[in-house]
């Protein structure tokens, strides 16, 4: 079965420190892909990347890195020099490949930043 | 480009009462997906949909829920009789696709927050 562990319920830091969200993901699949969104206070979920199994480069995109290790299965998120604007509630999920599954995507229970000023 | 549309953003009901939540997804996109997120919980699907088929309902509590995308465009999703436990949000997603060679991003409705006193 597939599931999603996000340990860290609750992370509270002041504005500029790095933070890492953990995600930790559990799948019998081969091929699968692996998702981190942000949820604002207004609700709704915003995309932020997408990773296929098959490629465990690490990704940097301005502030947002990830690094994505398929021998701990785990595919971490760390916002350097953070900013108020990044509080949030930040998701990771899984979803498998392929028509079968059908892109179903499996959440964990997501990590609530605030960044203090 | 419009998001996907979700109405109404809140609504409030008595339990054993009935609601309907609707859903316009983005145009064009074929696949829609009803999410129900508890809170402190990440969205769980609960329907979706290819065109006008219901494709995957495993997850939706037939007994008092049900849904509908009779054009094969927008979709609504009613509860009846509502229950106190059925407070959440309840999300929309839709994609061009599901399943396949190459992934088709599901993007997120604002999401319909639900309390039943």
């Known amino acids: 079965a597939q599931k999603v562990t996000q340990a860290q319920t609750e992370i509270s830091v002041v504005e500029k420190e790095d933070v890492t969200l953990d995600c930790v993901y559990e799948?019998?699949?081969?091929?699968?892909?692996l998702f981190w969104y942000k949820q604002p206070p207004s609700g709704e979920l915003v995309f932020l990347i997408r990773?296929?199994?098959?490629?465990?480069q690490n990704e940097i995109s301005g502030r947002y890195s990830w690094n994505f290790q398929k021998s701990t299965s785990s595919f971490n998120f760390t916002i350097t020099a953070s900013q108020v604007v990044d509080s949030a509630v930040y998701f990771c999920?899984?979803?498998?490949?392929?028509?079968?599954?059908?892109?179903?995507?499996?959440f964990g229970s997501g990590t609530r930043l605030s960044i203090r000023p | 480009e419009a998001g996907v549309v979700q109405s109404p953003r809140y609504k409030i009901i008595e339990k054993k009462q009935p609601v309907a939540f609707w859903c316009n997804p983005i145009?064009?996109?074929?696949?829609l997906y009803w999410y129900l997120q508890n809170l402190g919980q990440g969205p769980e699907l609960l329907i979706r949909?290819?065109?006008?088929?219901?494709?995957?309902d495993s997850q939706l509590p037939k007994d008092r829920f049900s849904a509908e995308r009779l054009k094969g465009v927008d979709s609504t999703l009613k509860i009846q009789p509502a229950e106190l436990g059925d407070s959440a949000v309840y999300l929309c997603?839709?994609?061009?696709?599901?399943?396949?060679?190459?992934?088709?991003?599901?993007?997120f409705g604002p999401g319909t927050r639900l309390t039943v006193l």
């Open positions: 997603a839709s994609s061009l696709a599901s399943g396949g060679p190459s992934y088709n991003e599901q993007f």
């Open positions: 799948t019998r699949d081969t091929t699968y892909y």
């Open positions: 990773r296929n199994s098959f490629d465990e």
């Open positions: 999920a899984l979803s498998e490949a392929g028509y079968s599954s059908a892109s179903k995507i499996i």
């Open positions: 145009s064009g996109h074929n696949t």
């Open positions: 949909y290819e065109n006008e088929e219901a494709v995957d």
